[in-house]
């Protein structure tokens, strides 16, 4: 009863919904976005399920608290709700930057040009952000960057396959040719 | 009657699995395979093979882990990808090379049809092949609802609505039928851990043991028969099967699976879809945009997006009908003609598949 009453008290404000970042991304890469890019939840932050105000307990409570109180940037937040590229918007930019930058979305590209690649893919979260693509996870982004970089990343095994699979036909076609000349009569 | 026509069918067979031929030196050491400028062909439906013993093996891998459970299926998915050594290349090796089968088993059919390879007396290797193309299909369709997540889960009841849709369009004592075969596929009354279960047995245990017998044939009936001339007129240069044919074979074997595992290595399938169409199949939230079948069915989803079903679907049975008979529909035709036939069908294929969502947007924009 409790956890519904605080749902039904967060989904009445809904302050912390940025539909505008997800509007953007989506206009901007032509991709389906959804709460998932930013939030612990897909469906967003109000709601009983995991990663939903609805479904917090008193220690997540004050940990979400604890991060709408990180105003300036520089705060290191674990806020339930959001997953961690979320959280580190917060810590980059803020909450008061973001709640501005809800007015011209793109500025989130900006603020988060130097914030680096958080899920290690090769591609930065502000780049992510623009292709509409996960952040949070390093199977997921713009296919083209990521075998772009994959490659340079792979490039010695790359070429170990090459020669293993050359050496391999090599062997196997004079094993082919040693079957052939020792099936023919002398 | 009935020994006139038992003694029809038993020369029909005689002709087609002649009995003397059936040794190790008519069907291997003199064999030969006919050069000319279609000869890059014949390696298609080898390469289709590899491709298919590629997915036997990445396969059986990938079921050390995967739990076919609604509860289970998408968390051990997640975990092939993200814990296991190894696991997100035997993943994605999987799922790049049942699209490369996909494409070189249709590139084998155009081919194949093109050159007149299903004449006398090789139906039964045709009959074989068409067989496979159809379970290869199937394969694609049982193997997209496993990973459990939105995109899965939601084009899986796409597809299965649209054998329902069937039913009106039936006389009415057959039009419960369509409705019938759906739940019977699906298992309950909508898709969920019955339906997940069927398709995870018919895709590893079903398809693959008919896949076997149909591959056994259809390999059989080729080395018996041989290759095709594929050309008009008469080949005059010819090359031996074994061993350098085989060698070239095995050749094209080792440059298919160095791409595969470079673009598993480097490119994870998963990067091509939206990353909320990759969220668990969550039965009580919305359904994310950009629900799709894979893009070897945009032949038929997008058409039928835009015309109506019944048109679409009587060209869909009707095509499968004229495939299977192909052997006797087209028996004058020249090669000429199937040609002309077969690079209509590849490039619907390809414009349909490239810029299917161009034209729908087109012509819905239109209306």
Request: glycine share 8%.
């Given at each position: 009863m409790g956890r519904m009453i605080?749902?039904?008290?967060?989904?009445?404000?809904?302050?912390?919904?940025?539909?505008e970042f997800q509007k953007f991304?989506?206009?901007?890469?032509?991709?389906?976005?959804?709460?998932?890019?930013?939030?612990?939840?897909?469906e967003g932050p109000d709601g009983l399920s995991f990663g939903q105000v609805g479904s917090l307990d008193s220690v997540q409570m004050d940990l979400l608290k604890e991060a709408r109180r990180?105003?300036?940037?520089?705060?290191?937040?674990?806020?339930?709700i959001l997953n961690p590229f979320g959280n580190k918007l917060v810590q980059v930019m803020g909450v008061r930057l973001l709640?501005?930058?809800?007015?011209?979305?793109?500025?989130?590209?900006?603020?988060?040009?130097?914030?680096?690649?958080?899920?290690?893919?090769?591609?930065?979260?502000?780049?992510?952000f623009l292709d509409g693509t996960n952040p949070n996870n390093r199977h997921h982004g713009d296919p083209l960057a990521l075998l772009?970089?994959?490659?340079?990343?792979?490039?010695?095994?790359?070429?170990?396959?090459?020669?293993?699979?050359?050496?391999?036909?090599?062997?196997?076609?004079?094993?082919?040719?040693?079957?052939?000349?020792?099936?023919?009569?002398? | 009657m009935i020994r006139r026509t038992l003694t029809s069918v038993w020369e029909f067979l005689a002709e087609r699995f002649p009995v003397a031929k059936m040794d190790l030196q008519h069907m291997v050491q003199g064999k030969t395979v006919p050069v000319h400028r279609m000869s890059w062909a014949y390696y298609l439906g080898g390469i289709t093979l590899f491709l298919f013993m590629i997915q036997v093996v990445t396969g059986l891998m990938l079921l050390f882990y995967y739990q076919p459970?609604?509860?289970?299926?998408?968390?051990?998915?997640?975990?092939?990808?993200?814990?296991?050594?190894?696991?997100?290349?035997?993943r994605n090796l999987h799922a790049w090379s049942a699209s490369a089968m996909i494409f070189f088993v249709l590139a084998h059919l155009v081919t194949t049809f093109a050159m007149k390879a299903?004449?006398?007396?090789?139906?039964?290797?045709?009959?074989?092949?068409?067989?496979?193309?159809?379970?290869?299909?199937?394969?694609?369709?049982?193997?997209?609802?496993?990973?459990?997540?939105?995109?899965?889960?939601?084009?899986?009841?796409?597809?299965?609505?649209?054998i329902e849709a069937m039913g009106q369009y039936l006389p009415a004592s057959m039009a419960h039928l369509p409705t019938q075969l759906k739940e019977i596929i699906q298992g309950e009354a909508s898709v969920?851990?019955?339906?997940?279960?069927?398709?995870?047995?018919?895709?590893?245990v079903v398809l693959p043991l008919i896949s076997f017998g149909l591959i056994g044939m259809h390999l059989f009936s080729v080395q018996l028969h041989g290759m095709s001339n594929g050309v008009p007129g008469e080949v005059k240069t010819t090359e031996k099967f074994f061993p350098t044919f085989v060698i070239k074979d095995f050749s094209t074997w080792g440059a298919v699976f160095f791409i595969m595992f470079i673009l598993a290595l480097t490119l994870p399938f998963d990067a091509f879809f939206s990353f909320p169409l990759m969220d668990p199949y969550n039965a009580r939230g919305s359904t994310p945009d950009g629900i799709k079948p894979e893009w070897y069915f945009y032949m038929v989803y997008y058409p039928l997006e835009m015309l109506p079903y019944w048109f679409v679907m009587l060209a869909v049975n009707g095509g499968i009908v004229v495939l299977l008979l192909a052997p006797w529909i087209f028996r004058q035709t020249s090669i000429k003609t199937l040609r002309t036939l077969a690079i209509g069908f590849a490039l619907y294929f390809i414009i349909i598949t490239l810029f299917g969502d161009v034209i729908y947007h087109l012509v819905k924009g239109g209306a």
């Amino acid at each position: 009863m409790g956890r519904m009453i605080i749902a039904l008290v967060f989904a009445v404000t809904a302050l912390q919904a940025y539909p505008e970042f997800q509007k953007f991304s989506q206009t901007h890469s032509r991709r389906t976005v959804n709460c998932g890019m930013c939030h612990a939840s897909p469906e967003g932050p109000d709601g009983l399920s995991f990663g939903q105000v609805g479904s917090l307990d008193s220690v997540q409570m004050d940990l979400l608290k604890e991060a709408r109180r990180a105003q300036r940037p520089g705060m290191e937040v674990s806020n339930p709700i959001l997953n961690p590229f979320g959280n580190k918007l917060v810590q980059v930019m803020g909450v008061r930057l973001l709640v501005d930058a809800k007015k011209d979305p793109a500025m989130l590209h900006y603020y988060l040009k130097d914030a680096g690649d958080m899920d290690g893919d090769g591609v930065t979260d502000a780049q992510e952000f623009l292709d509409g693509t996960n952040p949070n996870n390093r199977h997921h982004g713009d296919p083209l960057a990521l075998l772009l970089t994959n490659v340079q990343h792979h490039f010695f095994e790359i070429v170990m396959i090459l020669l293993a699979t050359a050496a391999g036909m090599f062997g196997l076609s004079n094993l082919l040719l040693a079957f052939a000349a020792g099936g023919k009569k002398p | 009657m009935i020994r006139r026509t038992l003694t029809s069918v038993w020369e029909f067979l005689a002709e087609r699995f002649p009995v003397a031929k059936m040794d190790l030196q008519h069907m291997v050491q003199g064999k030969t395979v006919p050069v000319h400028r279609m000869s890059w062909a014949y390696y298609l439906g080898g390469i289709t093979l590899f491709l298919f013993m590629i997915q036997v093996v990445t396969g059986l891998m990938l079921l050390f882990y995967y739990q076919p459970t609604v509860n289970d299926a998408y968390e051990s998915v997640q975990y092939i990808t993200e814990e296991v050594p190894g696991g997100h290349i035997i993943r994605n090796l999987h799922a790049w090379s049942a699209s490369a089968m996909i494409f070189f088993v249709l590139a084998h059919l155009v081919t194949t049809f093109a050159m007149k390879a299903f004449a006398k007396p090789r139906e039964v290797t045709w009959l074989a092949g068409i067989g496979l193309l159809l379970i290869t299909f199937g394969f694609g369709f049982s193997g997209y609802l496993l990973p459990w997540n939105q995109i899965a889960v939601n084009a899986t009841k796409i597809g299965l609505q649209s054998i329902e849709a069937m039913g009106q369009y039936l006389p009415a004592s057959m039009a419960h039928l369509p409705t019938q075969l759906k739940e019977i596929i699906q298992g309950e009354a909508s898709v969920g851990q019955a339906t997940l279960s069927r398709f995870f047995v018919l895709h590893v245990v079903v398809l693959p043991l008919i896949s076997f017998g149909l591959i056994g044939m259809h390999l059989f009936s080729v080395q018996l028969h041989g290759m095709s001339n594929g050309v008009p007129g008469e080949v005059k240069t010819t090359e031996k099967f074994f061993p350098t044919f085989v060698i070239k074979d095995f050749s094209t074997w080792g440059a298919v699976f160095f791409i595969m595992f470079i673009l598993a290595l480097t490119l994870p399938f998963d990067a091509f879809f939206s990353f909320p169409l990759m969220d668990p199949y969550n039965a009580r939230g919305s359904t994310p945009d950009g629900i799709k079948p894979e893009w070897y069915f945009y032949m038929v989803y997008y058409p039928l997006e835009m015309l109506p079903y019944w048109f679409v679907m009587l060209a869909v049975n009707g095509g499968i009908v004229v495939l299977l008979l192909a052997p006797w529909i087209f028996r004058q035709t020249s090669i000429k003609t199937l040609r002309t036939l077969a690079i209509g069908f590849a490039l619907y294929f390809i414009i349909i598949t490239l810029f299917g969502d161009v034209i729908y947007h087109l012509v819905k924009g239109g209306a």
